[in-house]
């Protein structure tokens, strides 16, 4: 962990009970009993949906039978507790997703007591769906480094200041994904991310209202961001990264299933059958990372 990166000029209030911390967008606060129920955080899993996070957390309670809590506020974010794991919706794209990551990293700070050592032990993934470079529909994707549209890092302005943060995902974290999953018969790729601040636009589209690509330009951007090694293409893993390396954690990932091969195209047309199989590929990913670590 990065201690001189943690915001202690508000944080140590919160620690010595000066004062509670707000997540507004959870509609809870650190006095709130019910994150008594949290304490023993081990995972935080995000994905863009909350139907998706309800189906995620039901299924790990039937598989560990353990009870779910909820969060009450639900017009931001949904959110469920079972067994170590922290579930949460984050919306789509980096501005509503970046919300979400920094109350969770307040509230695992506080669920850990400020204590380094513990905080490194939580395991912070984001499940999603997303367009492949190269790679057909059903591909499952586990990021290496997530970078945005101009193979840059994830940056926000700070005033007049641009400020840089850095998009590795731990390697090991990755290929341990794979690893556990390499019997499942699921296609599995490592490969770097482009998260798109936009699904249109600044993921080359040319079925947007608003299209500011030509075809030369798209398919050089394509070709361009394959060669330097990107798989696949979605909306929250650069921030998610810059965010998790400022902090210092050590266990990170973004795994994605594709729902296209974006050199094929732009809609998504496959079937509701195809799309809910492949939807279930991620999360089949996800439960079997988590029952390697999570072992009980
Ligand atoms: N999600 C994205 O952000 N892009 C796609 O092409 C598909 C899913």
């Not at 050089?220 to 961001?225: A, H, Q, R, Y």
Request: proline share 3%; net charge negative.
């Amino acid at each position: 962990m990065n201690p001189e990166k943690i915001n202690h000029a508000f944080l140590d209030g919160v620690m010595s009970g000066e004062y509670p911390d707000v997540y507004y967008h959870f509609g809870v606060a650190s006095d709130d009993p019910i994150l008594k129920k949290f304490r023993d955080v081990k995972a935080v899993v995000l994905c863009g949906s909350g139907g998706r996070i309800i189906e995620f957390a039901e299924k790990w309670s039937k598989k560990r039978k353990r009870k779910i809590y909820a969060l009450p506020k639900e017009e931001r974010f949904v959110t469920r507790y079972c067994d170590g794991v922290l579930f949460a919706s984050h919306g789509m794209g980096m501005p509503s997703a970046s919300i979400c990551v920094q109350e969770l990293m307040r509230m695992v700070y506080f669920l850990k007591d400020g204590n380094l050592e513990e905080m490194d032990k939580v395991f912070w993934t984001r499940v999603g769906t997303s367009g492949g470079v190269g790679l057909e529909g059903g591909t499952v994707v586990v990021t290496t480094e997530g970078l945005m549209a101009d193979m840059k890092p994830y940056r926000v302005l700070v005033g007049e200041r641009e400020h840089y943060f850095d998009g590795d995902f731990p390697k090991d974290v990755a290929q341990g994904i794979i690893d556990a999953s390499k019997d499942s018969g699921l296609p599995l790729e490592m490969g770097k991310t482009i998260a798109g601040n936009e699904f249109f636009i600044e993921q080359m589209r040319l079925d947007g209202a608003i299209r500011l690509a030509e075809e030369s330009w798209k398919f050089g951007w394509l070709d361009w961001i394959h060669e330097k090694g990107v798989r696949n293409i979605e909306m929250e893993g650069a921030m998610l990264a810059g965010f998790m390396n400022h902090w210092g954690f050590s266990k990170f990932a973004m795994i994605c299933c594709t729902l296209l091969n974006r050199m094929n195209g732009d809609q998504v047309t496959a079937s509701k059958e195809d799309l809910h199989s492949y939807s279930e590929r991620s999360g089949t990913v996800l439960f079997n990372y988590l029952d390697v670590i999570l072992k009980r």
